[in-house]
């Protein structure tokens, strides 16, 4: 079945330490995003590509990076100079040109111990 | 700025009655659409259903229905013969008709949590 696969579901950290994110879809869809949830603040962009080889930052992508090396995969690396990186991250696509309905992965909760 | 406003953070239903989310957003844009998502507790969001502004005809979706009030800026989400399974957080959005640049993102609303009485 087509969809979109995020893993690991659980992760834990030490401060200081980098850690990435990964996110595979085999929907062929174009366009692939990284949201960060925390309670009460909704959904927030770090990070969005439209394209292989293309990304841009969202409203919150300082102390992320992003790579879009092929169009499956959309790696989110969440670094050490992010002050407050434990949250549910979600990973979603969209078929670009379209109304813009997203399809998302079943997330990944980041806990920096 | 576009921005959505959900001010209802937390709502409940009894099993097989109806309830009524509310969403408002601010926009100066007249081509835009306007989406309501579902995070069950498994945390996957799933789309419940889509609004083009440039539609009068009200969308629906099974039990789900919109009342889109173009005019006054208001997408509210009806869920009639509520499940056990309607439980979650409800998530209103807006993306603008634009393609270019950051007209892209989804705004989104900060959610309602939906909880479903047997």
């Known amino acids: 079945d087509g969809g979109i696969t995020q893993s690991p579901k659980y992760l834990f950290r030490k401060e200081g330490q980098n850690v990435t994110l990964s996110c595979e879809q085999n929907l062929n869809h174009d366009a692939m995003y990284w949201y960060r949830q925390d309670p009460g603040q909704g959904l927030r962009l770090i990070y969005y590509s439209q394209i292989v080889n293309d990304f841009q930052k969202g409203d919150i992508a300082e102390g992320y990076s992003v790579s879009r090396e092929k169009k499956e995969s959309f790696p989110l690396t969440v670094t050490s100079a992010q002050k407050n990186p434990t949250a549910f991250y979600l990973c979603a696509s969209s078929i670009k040109g379209t109304t813009g309905e997203l399809f998302f992965g079943e997330g990944s909760r980041l806990t920096v111990l | 700025a576009q921005t959505v406003t959900q001010s209802q953070p937390e709502m409940s239903v009894q099993e097989a009655e109806t309830v009524t989310l509310s969403c408002t957003y601010d926009t100066s844009e007249s081509d835009y659409y306007l989406f309501w998502y579902k995070q069950p507790p498994s945390r996957q969001m799933i789309l419940v259903i889509r609004?083009?502004?440039?539609k009068q005809q009200n969308a629906t979706e099974n039990r789900f229905s919109v009342n889109f009030q173009k005019a006054a800026k208001s997408f509210s989400l009806k869920i009639s013969d509520s499940q056990l399974g309607d439980a979650a957080m409800y998530f209103c959005a807006y993306r603008s008709g634009k393609y270019a640049g950051n007209n892209r993102k989804l705004i989104w609303g900060l959610g309602t949590s939906l909880a479903v009485n047997p």
């Open positions: 609004q083009e502004a440039y």
